[in-house]
């Protein structure tokens, strides 16, 4: 996937969709498929940001930002997200769980990335 690794999101309140997911060996059109529904996804009404990650074992963790539920039912009935969905099923997971909840509150950190923190700490010893 393309996205970024920390989504931007507005200021609480808003919902997250966690998707978090085993692999089954093999492609068979999934990554073709993920980049589709990244893009689709974005373009829906109420699409406010993605992260995603998988590691070498098979596991991933994607959550996306709603805006409202109402935005997040609209996207699981998506024509073709049902497509994903059933093909997931049938041959990308072992298994997967969706959770779904409401955002109360969030903390941002603008911390320096660990490389830059480590070289103004070299300067100032």
């Known amino acids: 996937m ?3 690794p920390v989504a931007k999101t ?5 919902y997250i969709v966690t998707f978090a997911s085993r692999r089954t060996a093999g492609d068979h059109g999934y990554d073709n498929m993920g980049d589709e529904m990244e893009r689709l996804a974005r373009e829906q009404p109420g699409f406010l940001g993605l992260e995603s990650v998988r590691g070498a074992d098979g596991f991933g963790l994607t959550n996306s930002y709603w805006a409202d539920e109402e935005s997040i039912a609209a996207w699981k009935n998506n024509v073709r997200h049902l497509t994903a969905q ?5 041959r990308w997971y072992e298994d997967y769980q969706v959770r779904v909840g409401k955002i109360g509150a969030n903390t941002v950190s603008n911390a320096p990335s660990s490389a830059a923190a480590h070289g103004r700490r070299r300067q100032a010893g």
Request: net charge neutral; hydrophobic share 10%; glycine share 8%.
């Open 2 to 4: 393309t996205s970024s």
């Open 10 to 14: 507005p200021e609480p309140p808003y």
């Open 86 to 90: 059933r093909l997931g099923r049938e």
